[in-house]
C-alpha cells in the first residue's frame, strides 16, 4: 500500500514563504506524476499545482501562479511546494497526491496544516 507523508507546513504571517514536502513509503515518487491540492476551511478541495514524472513539465491554479513553484527530486523521492507571498487565503489543510499515468489521483497523504495570518 502506497502511503504519502507531508512535512513543513506551519504558521507564516502574510507575505512569509514555505517549503512544503511530500515523501512516500514504496518509492513510487519518481514513476509517478504528483499534485499538491489543499482545502480551506468550509470549502472543497482545490487544485493547486501538478508536476509530471520527469519534472519537465508542471501546472498551476491561477490562484497560486508566480508565487507557488512545484518540484520533485526522483533520486531523493521527494516532490516540493515551495509557497512565496503567502496570504491569509491561502490558509488550509495541504495535500499530496500522486496517480498513474493517464489515471485519477488515486493516493493521497494526511495533509498539513498551513495557516497565513495578517
Known amino acids: 500500500q502506497v502511503q504519502l507523508q507531508e512535512s513543513g507546513g506551519g504558521l507564516v504571517q502574510a507575505g512569509g514563504s514555505l517549503r512544503l514536502s511530500c515523501t512516500n513509503s514504496r518509492h513510487i515518487l519518481s514513476n509517478y506524476p504528483m499534485g499538491w491540492f489543499r482545502r480551506a476551511p468550509g470549502k472543497e478541495r482545490e487544485f493547486v499545482a501538478a508536476i509530471n514524472w520527469s519534472g519537465d513539465s508542471t501546472n498551476y491554479a491561477d490562484s497560486v501562479k508566480g508565487r507557488f513553484t512545484i518540484s520533485r527530486d526522483n533520486a531523493e523521492n521527494m516532490v516540493y511546494l515551495r509557497m512565496n507571498e503567502l496570504k491569509p487565503e491561502d490558509t488550509a489543510v495541504y495535500y499530496c497526491?500522486?496517480?498513474?499515468?493517464?489515471?485519477?489521483?488515486?493516493?493521497w497523504g494526511q495533509g498539513t496544516q498551513v495557516t497565513v495570518s495578517t
Open positions: 497526491a500522486a496517480r498513474r499515468m493517464g489515471g485519477s489521483y488515486e493516493w
